[in-house]
């Protein structure tokens, strides 16, 4: 069976400091993986995903940027935090529609930032 | 730009009623998902709807969804306690190859006894 880890569960860092989550998946290949961060009482706002190793999309401009070195590996990183980079950092993987016509969507654990 | 709404955003019920979330976006797509997340926990995953008039349940919850109204329905029969939690719809989109949900706003439900 598939599962995906995410940690650390939580993180308190100060401002100019430097991040990296790390997301992994096992049971699969080829996943295409995303990283979400949902800001506190906030729906979900996508970061980044990626199709593939080092296949990188951003949705949204800003102070993170994401990386994925091996197949089943998804980093996110940033080399000095701001205030507003707190929140709650999901990662999720899906199987791409050209390998099953219905793509569940499985989230990890999540990380809680909070920077000080 | 896709854009995803639920309705309400609040919402306190008393136990043994019922009451429906709405799910509106404004882009069309074929797939549709709806997630339960626990105060401070991960997403879990409830329902997939695939198709126009496609109808999940399951114990009491049920979710439909009208593609042509691009309108989806998460409807809770006779609430108990433990379904209070914050629900979230998602839209299925591809886009030259990219494959992404984008969420709902959330409706953060409240059973009280």
């Known amino acids: 069976s598939q599962t995906i880890h995410q940690w650390p569960a939580t993180l308190v860092q100060p401002v100019g400091s430097p991040l990296s989550l790390e997301c992994t998946v096992e049971?699969?290949?080829?996943?295409?993986l995303y990283w979400y961060r949902q800001a506190a009482g906030r729906g979900l706002q996508l970061l980044f995903y990626?199709?593939?190793?080092?296949?990188i999309s951003s949705e949204v401009p800003q102070n993170l940027s994401a990386s994925r070195p091996q197949d089943r590996q998804f980093i996110l990183s940033s080399k000095k935090l701001l205030l507003s980079d707190s929140g709650f950092y999901l990662c999720?993987?899906?199987?791409?529609?050209?390998?099953?016509?219905?793509?569940?969507?499985?989230f990890g654990s999540g990380t809680r930032l909070t920077v000080v | 730009e896709l854009k995803v709404e639920q309705n309400p955003l609040f919402l306190s019920m008393q136990e043994g009623k019922n009451y429906t979330i709405y799910c509106n976006y404004s882009?069309?797509?074929?797939?549709l998902y709806w997630y339960r997340q626990d105060p401070g926990k991960s997403l879990e995953s409830l329902f997939v709807l695939l198709s126009n008039g496609a109808v999940k349940q399951e114990g009491r919850l049920m979710a439909s969804l009208d593609t042509k109204a691009r309108l989806s329905t998460l409807h809770i029969t006779a609430a108990v306690h433990d379904l209070s939690a914050t629900y979230f719809c998602?839209?299925?989109?591809?886009?030259?190859?990219?494959?992404?949900?984008?969420f709902g706003t959330g409706t953060r439900l409240t059973i009280i006894p």
């Open positions: 882009t069309t797509s074929d797939r």
């Open positions: 990626s199709v593939g190793i080092g296949q």
């Open positions: 998602a839209v299925f989109l591809r886009d030259f190859g990219n494959e992404k949900l984008t």
């Open positions: 049971g699969t290949s080829n996943p295409n």
């Open positions: 999720a993987w899906s199987v791409g529609v050209r390998f099953s016509t219905v793509p569940g969507y499985t």
